[in-house]
């Protein structure tokens, strides 16, 4: 790739605008092409999000299109001192939560509720893991694998940590979008962490997959 | 330094949220503890793998059939 070129003042930039914002404006106005990339741009992360919340294919497919929809009609009210996609995410996630309620008839769903637990908060298997665990398994073999582990978690602890490392938003962002304070973000990440690690323990450590049994 | 205490500040080492000082001290746990070693090692594994590996794909036909039941529902707005 070349080099930017700066020249004048457009070297100068108070204040970095994302790119999103000026897409968000346009479609503010009507421009349904501006509104198409952000659509184009965060489909995938939105049913990824939609699908690890619901579980349920067709439920995230709906959330998808429910969300986007959502967010365009309340276009009006992004306050643009978030992220678009970090707003975008908290309409999903609401769109996800009332469709996991309605399958699970008068069951409770959400996702501040405390879930109490000590699994996962002190390491037991400390067996180290072979050095290339994936090499083990084929492809559609570890993503088996991995859905069937993550699927393990409350909602609430697979939600942090998709946002946080696999989608790569910040602690703050992820407080945001899930209407979580940042202790609850941190104490859910630390224990979701440590879940997802000591469940893989059993199809990775050394010695291979004897221990899944 | 304790095993909890050193789990305690696990997240923070994997995102890089520690200070010179703080990082020291975990080091220094880290020499002396195999377990708390192999805890650091596969819990970044454990992020590393899931990053890697997109676990519900989204087809192109469905894609753009989504994409466009939105855009198309839009355009009513
Ligand atoms: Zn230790």
Known sequence: MSTIQTQGTEEVQPEEVHPDVALVNRAREGDTAAYEKLVRQYDRQIFRIAQHITQNREDAEDVMQDAFLKAYEKLDQFQGNSKFYTWLVRIAVNESLMRLRKRRTGKMVSIDEDVETEEGSMPRDLADWSPDPEAQYGQSEMADILRKTIQGLPPGFRVVFVLRDVDGLSTEETAESLGLSIPAVKSRLLRARLQLRERLSRYFRKNGKDGAK | ?77
Request: aromatic share 4%.
């Open chain 2, 1 to 77: 330094m304790t095993c909890s205490e050193f789990l305690a500040q696990l997240d923070d080492l994997i995102d890089d949220h520690v200070t010179a000082t703080m990082r020291a001290d975990l080091e220094e746990h880290l020499s002396g503890c195999d377990h708390c070693v192999v805890t650091l090692s596969t819990t970044r594994k454990t992020i590393e793998i899931y990053r890697k590996h997109e676990l519900y794909t989204l087809p192109d036909t469905m894609r753009e059939r989504l994409q466009k039941a939105i855009l198309d529902r839009c355009k009513k707005c």
